[in-house]
């Protein structure tokens, strides 16, 4: 026997297929039974089901054409297209493929399907119906209560400061445990920032090997004061909660706004930069002075950069000398742009910047680069620039995915595997920074060394 398939109409109202016919509501009936009429204009044809659309307990008349079952699937397979434009992420063109695919058993089902622009209009105003008018200004934006909450329907809107200048999101249980963490990564990006602001802003910290993302805040602003409301404002709430905002180690990028925002907000942590960024500095440099190409072509001056990149791994009271002993070994080479490069280096990294942000002797977590292939992962599933409910509903999504993942954690999983490359690395900058200690290898040699090690891990590429 046929089974009755219900479905949506494109306004929204009941529709049904059976038998090779599609049918709408023509009329409720006393006693709860539907009577439906068939959806072929012009056509008699009529069918009565009980209140939940079960099988058909009357025909009514007869129809005037033949019955088709392919027209049937198609309707169906609109209607999901519809129906899962209005309640997933998935890109609309991904949806209408996988839909399409679904109809490749029958051959004159999947030619007859619309193209896919006849029905995009359609696809894309269902999606539409899941957010609120957007907002032409940050104060316009009212966050529906369905995004304020997690999944599991835990507070998820933390902060909405200066008509929503400052947007902060975080499930309780993550703002807790961003307090008690020890290290603390931040980063920021542009690509999948709304148009009313300027960065999509994470905070991270560490449980285990993996690192996941706590924090999710949205800045219309990158300079320091607008740092100094976030951190205040996050202290602030940590003070009601009984707990305490105050990491031991943060690490980010060379922002000029976060630097001395940082600095004067957690004046007792160790403010560390990214080294990753250190190094992109200089190669930045490299190319502004032409010599880029040059580094193929002249192994002494490739050295000497790799060394100049290196010079972090020193005990700090070593970098002037390692400086030094770099400066020297130029004397016998005519490079007038590495004389520039190391004046350069000698200006920013040693006196305009304090040289503990980028010096990581001793240090193992040297890099943002978890939290940057976090910004990456993020920004390939949310796309470039989605609107700012679409954004929250991603971030939503994100924290229900990273809550599960400390879970796992927790209960003693391993979620990640460390590369074996960056053991074997850690293990052989740990071995040449005791030889070093020890007087064994001289400054020189030792930077050299470092550097190959930095480019089996990609931190230096040249």
Not at 114 to 141: C, G, K, N, Q
Not at 204 to 222: C, D, I, N, T, W
Not at 280 to 289: C, E, F, N, S, Y
Request: aromatic share 10%; charged share 25%.
């Amino acid at each position: 026997m046929d089974q009755v398939l219900r479905y949506r109409t494109a306004r929204g109202g009941d529709a049904i297929s059976y038998g090779g016919y599609s049918y709408r509501v023509d009329r409720r009936l006393a006693r709860g039974d539907i009577s439906w009429r068939c959806l072929q204009r012009g056509c008699p044809g009529r069918l009565q089901t009980d209140g939940n659309f079960s099988e058909p307990i009357i025909r009514g008349s007869e129809h005037t054409h033949a019955a088709n079952e392919d027209y049937g699937l198609i309707r169906m397979t609109i209607a999901r297209c519809r129906e899962r434009a209005a309640t997933e992420n998935t890109p609309i063109p991904q949806i209408y493929q996988e839909e399409a695919n679904r109809l490749s058993g029958s051959a004159s089902a999947s030619v007859m399907l619309p193209v896919f622009r006849s029905i995009d209009t359609s696809m894309y105003r269902a999606r539409r119906t899941r957010y609120p008018r957007l907002p032409h200004t940050r104060a316009e934006i009212v966050v529906p209560e369905s995004l304020r909450l997690t999944d599991v329907g835990e507070n998820f809107m933390l902060l909405e400061l200066d008509d929503n200048d400052i947007m902060v999101f975080s499930a309780p249980l993550d703002f807790r445990d961003l307090c008690h963490a020890s290290h603390v990564y931040m980063d920021g990006t542009f690509d999948t920032c709304p148009s009313l602001f300027q960065q999509l802003f994470t905070l991270h910290a560490f449980f285990g090997e993996r690192q996941v993302p706590l924090v999710y805040v949205l800045m219309s602003s990158k300079e320091m004061m607008a740092y100094i409301s976030l951190f205040r404002a996050l202290k602030e709430l940590a003070g009601a909660q009984g707990l305490e905002f105050s990491p031991q180690v943060i690490l980010n990028d060379f922002e000029s706004g976060l630097i001395p925002a940082v600095r004067q907000e957690f004046p007792r942590a160790h403010h560390q930069g990214c080294y990753f960024h250190f190094t992109q500095a200089i190669w930045r440099k490299v190319q502004q002075l032409g010599m880029a190409a040059q580094c193929q072509e002249n192994a002494f001056l490739k050295e000497t950069i790799r060394r100049l990149m290196a010079l972090g791994f020193l005990p700090i009271g070593d970098v002037r000398l390692g400086l030094e002993m770099i400066r020297l070994t130029l004397l016998v080479h005519e490079l007038p742009g590495l004389t520039i490069l190391l004046d350069y280096f000698q200006r920013q990294w040693c006196e305009n910047t304090s040289m503990g942000m980028w010096n990581v002797f001793g240090v193992e977590r040297r890099t943002n680069n978890n939290c940057e292939g976090w910004h990456h992962k993020f920004n390939s599933l949310v796309k470039l620039h989605p609107n700012i409910f679409r954004l929250i509903e991603c971030l939503r999504s994100e924290q229900t995915t990273a809550a599960q993942e400390r879970l796992q954690i927790a209960m003693g999983q391993r979620v990640q595997r460390r590369v074996p490359r960056y053991t074997r690395v850690n293990q052989n900058l740990h071995e040449l920074g005791e030889r070093y200690s020890r007087g064994e290898v001289d400054v020189l040699d030792y930077l050299t060394n470092v550097s190959y090690n930095l480019i089996i891990i990609k931190i230096i590429s040249i």
